[in-house]
Each structure stands twice: as C-alpha cells, then as structure tokens.
C-alpha cells in the first residue's frame, strides 16, 4: 500500500528548514528517502530501519517513529541544491519499494 | 561511477511500433531488477519485478502481454513496449538492489523517457 506524504510541496527560501512527513497504514520494516530532480533518476539519500533510529547527512536528517508507522525529513538551513522532489518509499513484495506521491521543494534565494 | 545503466535515454517513435528499453547493472549481479513508470509530476509506480531465469512478477492493472519483460542475465533486464500507443508515453525507470538485503538502497538506471506520436 502507498505510503503517505505530507506536505505536497514547500516553498522555501534558502536558509529555512522544511519537514516531509511519510506514514503508512501498515507496519513499517524500513523507510528509505530519494530526492529527483526533473527529467532525472531519484538519487537515494537514506534508510531508516529500526524504530527510533535518526540518521543525518549533511543537513538533512531522518527520524523513524516505527510505534507510529511515520518517518520525518528534516531539511536544516535549506540551500538551492535542496530544491527537488523526495519521495519516501517503503518496502512491497520482496525488495520491491512501494514509493508515496512525492513532496515538491522550491529553494529560492 | 553508474551502477545502474539504463538505454536509450529517450526514444520518439510512431504509433503501433514496439520498443525495447535495457537495464544494465554494472556493479554486481542481480537476480531482481525493478521497473518504474513515472508520468509527469506524479509518483514512481512499480510495474514489475524482473526475475533472473523465470518469469517476471507484474502488478496489479499492469498488462503483462503489452509490457514484455526478459531477464536473460544476472546483469541485464529488458522491457519491450508492444504496440506503444500514445498513453503509454511516459518515462520508464529500472532500478537494482542487492537481493536479499532490503536494509541497501535502490540504485536507479537514468530512466527513459518514451513519446509516442
């Protein structure tokens, strides 16, 4: 089942944060982030895999509530490279990943 | 480097005409590859799981006779449009993750966007 994010989009000007939450209806074993520019691949930024875990890279940053089936994006001090749109996906059958309908970020300077 | 090597990049082509995109996996050998659809501002849906050696798993609404899906190879998947129509345009996407290990990421090909005129 397709997990669901929030916000849709975000405007932003360079320097704010934005948070993109992903839930899910059913019991999540992993979460994994991907961040797509247009007309290109998704480009993988992280996985989340145990209930409480937080993983960070740079200034953006992960939190995975497994009690509450819900990961959080944090995007700290936004810069214009941040701009895209990041999709959270959870795990289908096998290793297949089941993505949401993305969250759309626009950085402005 | 690419670990996922996906061609042609794009391809416009008439209606009726079928058409072949590849996916390579350059960095180890995969006995799953994954292929996405994506239209415009929408979500990357799964159409198929591509099975090294068997037949691939399609999924729901997904048709199977239209979206001929081979994988010959630990290393190499087709998917073949049949008799592509104009609603089938839309960017097609493979991806590869190690088998068995759900805690990797998925490393995508570049994708290939199809128009059918």
């Known amino acids: 089942q397709q997990p669901v994010q929030s916000p849709q989009a975000v405007i932003l000007r360079e320097g704010e944060d934005a948070v993109i939450n992903c839930s899910s209806s059913k019991a999540l074993y992993s979460v994994h982030w991907y961040r797509q520019k247009h007309g290109e691949a998704p480009i993988f930024l992280m996985i989340l895999l145990k209930g409480g875990e937080q993983k960070g890279h740079d200034k953006i940053s992960a939190s995975f509530n497994e009690k509450k089936q819900q990961s959080s994006l944090y995007l700290t001090a936004s810069q214009l490279s941040y701009s895209g749109t990041y999709f959270c996906g959870t795990e289908g059958q096998g290793t297949a990943l089941i993505f949401g309908k993305g969250t759309t970020l626009s950085v402005s300077s | 480097g690419a670990v996922v090597s996906q061609h042609p990049s794009w391809v416009i082509c008439k209606s009726g005409t079928s058409v072949k995109i590849e996916c390579r996996s350059l960095d180890f050998q995969a006995t799953t590859m994954f292929w996405y659809r994506q239209f415009p501002k929408q979500s990357l849906m799964l159409m198929a799981t591509?099975?090294?050696?068997?037949?691939?798993?399609?999924e729901q609404g997904v048709e199977k006779d239209k979206f001929l899906i081979n994988h010959a190879s630990l290393t190499l998947s087709t998917l073949t449009v049949t008799s592509a129509h104009p609603e089938d345009s839309s960017f097609y996407i493979c991806?590869?993750?190690?088998?068995?290990?759900?805690?990797?990421?998925?490393?995508f090909g570049d994708g290939t966007r199809l128009s059918i005129l």
């Open positions: 591509s099975n090294e050696g068997s037949k691939a798993t399609y």
């Open positions: 991806s590869v993750g190690k088998q068995g290990y759900s805690n990797q990421p998925q490393h």
